[in-house]
């Protein structure tokens, strides 16, 4: 395996590429394409395929080798093994990098992986399982080794497993001049930078300065005359998804990270931020869904292994909910439309409880309940609950009354709406809430416990009140 050249995407943005395929860097990979690559691998033109794989950037090659299915997509790396990217990998879903890494020696993806930035190669490590990671880590380099093994002992999901080690640092009382002189003689800077990091000299930061702002001053200026004295910094146990909203609220580029001592040791840039902030949404989302995590790719099995906990919880509610409605037996043989219209009741609730949950997990990630804002939000969902309920109890009773012929039974359905319109908007807000406090991610959990309450409470209440009411 051996690293691509940039020569492989020398094609113009925006035109087509000598095969007649438009540029996928603008429209991605279309159907046709794919349906192409296909083709050739059918009729065997293997030529032909590296021909279409070979131009396209990390992550178009990523969608192609999960557009086919595992026989195809083996023979596509086969096809490309003497220039496979390995920033590919970084790209692919889990289940599909797992089938790739397989196709290649311990030897061939620890020399692929040491070329990497060292975030990039951190999270290539950290997705194998224990046995490859222990041997890819063996064979490679001692230096880079050493580096990995330092990343891997800060806490999953941190600044510390984030950020690349190689950072681009100087001291204030150099010159433009000195700087840009550095710039072209060091040796051991990384490929990509965007901020100057200012250190003090215990090596801790004390201001950045863009790279822009450096080629457009003289030679003879400061670099502390010309740095931005934020003073913004984050240390390696913080969490990547309060670092993403550093970024968020300070429109930053990059950010230096610091040991427990205040000393620069690495950065995390914008690159980073994005897919921390795309895997966070879409943990979020998964989560409100209660599919633990995305599995297009994996197995039917495994898949359904997955998913089976989150149906059991389901079971559990529903279970919950019959015996409240067990307990009410002689009042629905008595009156049968309690029976049509008890479902009514509790899907509202659970409903409208759901719009108040998905709104709150996106403020609590999102950190737009700080400063005082939260009994505010607990307030104004209560009072929309009202008035949601006011509309549709107002609604659901007149259909009742006249479906029915019973002004009581009308009242009894519209009071119980009411009940668990305002009972969702007050639980919506609350069980996220609290799930927050104690650590909980209420993406996943807080969806249970509220279909658990409006359903279970919808019942007792509609039920409850008919028995009283109407008999």
């Known amino acids: 395996m051996t690293m691509r050249q940039d020569e492989n995407r020398a094609d113009p943005v925006g035109a087509d590429n000598e095969d007649g395929h438009p540029d996928t860097r603008l429209t ?12 050739c691998l059918g ?25 086919l299915d595992p026989r195809e997509r083996a023979r596509v790396v086969g096809a490309i093994r003497d220039s496979f990217d390995p920033t590919v990998l970084t790209e692919l879903d889990d289940s599909v990098r797992l089938e790739v890494v397989e196709q290649f020696d311990t030897a061939d993806l620890a020399a692929a992986i040491a070329h990497l930035e060292s975030d990039d190669a951190l999270y290539l490590i950290e997705t194998l399982d224990e046995d490859r990671r222990i041997a890819v880590m063996q064979a490679m ?7 990995l093994e330092q990343g891997l002992a800060y806490p999953e999901s941190s600044a510390g497993r984030l950020m690349q080690r190689d950072v681009v640092a100087v001291p204030g009382f150099w010159t433009v001049g000195e ?18 990091f200012v250190v003090d000299p215990a090596h801790r930061p004390v201001g950045t300065v863009p790279t822009s702002r450096v080629l457009r001053n003289p030679r003879g200026t400061k670099v502390a005359d010309i740095m931005e004295d934020r003073g913004l910094s984050v240390p390696t146990t913080m969490d990547q998804e309060q670092v993403a909203d550093i970024f968020r609220r300070n429109d930053l580029v990059s950010v230096p990270v610091v040991d427990a001592a205040g000393r620069v040791v690495g950065a995390i840039t ?3 931020i994005v897919d ?16 633990g995590e995305r599995d297009i790719y994996a197995s039917p099995l495994r898949t359904a292994r997955r998913r089976q906990s989150w149906l059991l919880i389901t079971l559990v509610n529903t279970i919950l909910a019959s015996i ?9 043989e008595k009156i049968v439309a309690l029976a049509v219209l008890m479902p009514i009741v509790a899907a509202m609730g659970g409903n409208a409880g759901m719009q108040v949950i998905t709104v709150m997990v996106r403020a609590l990630a999102a950190r737009d309940l700080a400063a005082g804002g939260t009994w505010r939000v607990v307030g104004k969902e209560v009072v929309v609950g009202v008035l949601n309920g006011v509309v549709f109890a107002t609604i659901m009773g007149t259909i009742a009354t006249l479906w029915f012929g019973d002004p009581s039974l009308g009242l009894v359905l519209a009071s119980a709406m009411m009940f668990n319109m305002v009972w969702a908007g007050l639980a919506g807000t609350l069980i996220p809430l609290t799930l927050e406090r104690f650590r909980i991610d209420p993406a996943v959990a807080a969806g249970p416990f509220l279909t658990t309450t409006t359903d279970v409470l919808g019942f007792f209440v509609f039920l409850g009140l008919a028995s009283t009411f109407l008999l």
């Open 270 to 272: 914008v690159d980073d």
């Open 276 to 291: 921390v902030i795309d895997q966070e949404a879409e943990e979020d989302l998964l989560g409100l869904a209660r599919t």
């Open 179 to 196: 700087v840009i002189d550095f710039l072209r003689l060091s040796q051991g800077l990384p490929d990509d930078f965007y901020d100057l």
């Open 141 to 147: 380099p001692a230096a880079f080794r050493a580096i």
């Open 324 to 332: 409240v409605i067990s307990r009410f037996e002689g009042a629905i």
């Open 28 to 39: 991605g990979l279309t159907a046709g394409f794919v349906g192409e690559v296909r083709t």
């Open 43 to 67: 009729a065997d033109r293997i030529d032909r395929v590296r021909a279409l794989a070979e131009p396209l950037g990390p992550a178009d090659l990523a969608d192609l080798l999960e557009s």
